[in-house]
């Protein structure tokens, strides 16, 4: 069983910062990489980034250069450090973990950004 617990959201004003921490325990080892993903009020789950586990990354081409990816193996948590936030970048936050055929996910972190 896998569990992904997230942490750092929050309220923010437009051009703060927020930096998400995704914690994974349980069978951590199947892990082909993790990720976040962003849901905003009535829209789609969107990808933001993901990061595989050979290290290579992935941004919404939207977002790099704001948001960046990092984790840290050794305490299998995986970071989103976001800067110069948007009111558009209101939504809420999912950290997902991809293991081969399916995908597990936290139980997402609200990000309230105000202008």
């Known amino acids: 069983q896998v569990q992904l617990v997230e942490s750092g959201g929050g309220s923010v004003q437009a051009g703060g910062s927020l930096r998400l921490s995704c914690a994974a325990s349980?069978?951590?080892?199947?892990?082909?990489?993790m990720g976040w993903y962003r849901q905003g009020r009535g829209n789609q789950r969107d990808l933001v980034a993901f990061?595989?586990?050979?290290?290579?990354?992935d941004y919404a081409a939207s977002l790099k250069g704001r948001f960046t990816i990092s984790r840290d193996n050794a305490k299998n948590t995986v970071y989103l450090q976001m800067n110069s936030l948007k009111p558009e970048d209101t939504a809420v936050y999912y950290c997902?973990?991809?293991?081969?055929?399916?995908?597990?996910w936290g139980q997402g972190t609200q990000v309230t950004v105000s202008s």
């Open positions: 349980g069978n951590t080892v199947s892990f082909n990489g």
């Open positions: 997902t973990a991809r293991v081969p055929y399916t995908a597990y």
């Open positions: 990061i595989s586990s050979g290290g290579s990354t």
